[in-house]
């Protein structure tokens, strides 16, 4: 199957400062890929859609301001959290589609804001 | 509105007890059903695509099956390493989005 690489894995960041996410298809080119962030024991919630050299379409309720999400080639998209606080702390994942079809997942990012 | 939902929400199996998660759906138009594998601090692994109804897929212990309302997913003789959370997904041929609308999951619990 298609692999999708996403770094870092674990990350932990002071209040107020900024985390990139980066997510990179490794053996297909995504000219769509999204973002996730799921709680405990909860499904995926979409956060955006990322398509590659427009801009990102945010889910209602996501602020653009705060998740940065920039997808500057067909193969990588990365999403800054901007000024972190605790309640960002979360399990952050991304998806690339193939062939407009399957999508395939990153390994996630749990991201500890202290 | 595409809606999946799945269940049970959690299963408890003993090694060598199958059983089948099921996901139903509702869709204007079926472009994809897609089964998921997720472990615990982890992505979900893909596993299967369904496209039509009375496809069957197969993987190990693992086949998935799909009607026009519903898929199931059929686990022959679980071992305690296919525990995990299992998702389903479904994408819309209808409009431009391939976003795939996921179930909560049902949670796999495998016992030695």
């Known amino acids: 199957g298609a692999v999708v690489s996403q770094h870092p894995s674990r990350v932990i960041c002071k209040s107020g400062t900024s985390v990139k996410i980066e997510c990179r298809s490794l053996?297909?080119?995504?000219?769509?890929m999204f973002w996730y962030r799921q709680f405990p024991k909860k499904s995926l919630m979409l956060m955006a859609t990322?398509?590659?050299?427009?801009?990102?379409?945010?889910e209602q309720g996501v602020e653009k301001d705060k998740f940065l999400i920039n997808h500057a080639s067909l193969t990588l998209s990365t999403l800054t959290v901007t000024s972190a606080h605790p309640e960002d702390s979360s399990f952050y994942i991304c998806s690339a589609i193939l062939r407009r079809a399957e999508a395939f997942f990153g390994q996630g990012t749990r991201l500890t804001v202290v | 509105e595409d809606q999946v939902t799945q269940s049970p929400e959690a299963l408890r199996l003993q090694e060598g007890e199958s059983s089948s998660l099921n996901c139903s759906y509702t869709v204007s138009g079926l472009r994809g059903l897609f089964w998921y594998r997720q472990d615990p601090g982890k992505g979900p692994e893909f596993l299967f695509t369904l496209y039509s109804a009375g496809e069957e897929k197969e993987k190990e212990r693992l086949k998935a099956t799909l009607t026009k309302k519903e898929s199931f997913l059929h686990i022959t003789a679980p071992k305690p390493e296919d525990s995990a959370t299992y998702l389903c997904a479904v994408q819309d041929r209808s409009g431009g989005s391939y976003i795939p609308t996921f179930g909560r999951g049902t949670s796999l619990i495998v016992h030695p």
């Open positions: 053996d297909f080119q995504a000219t769509t």
């Open positions: 990322s398509n590659e050299g427009s801009k990102a379409t945010y």
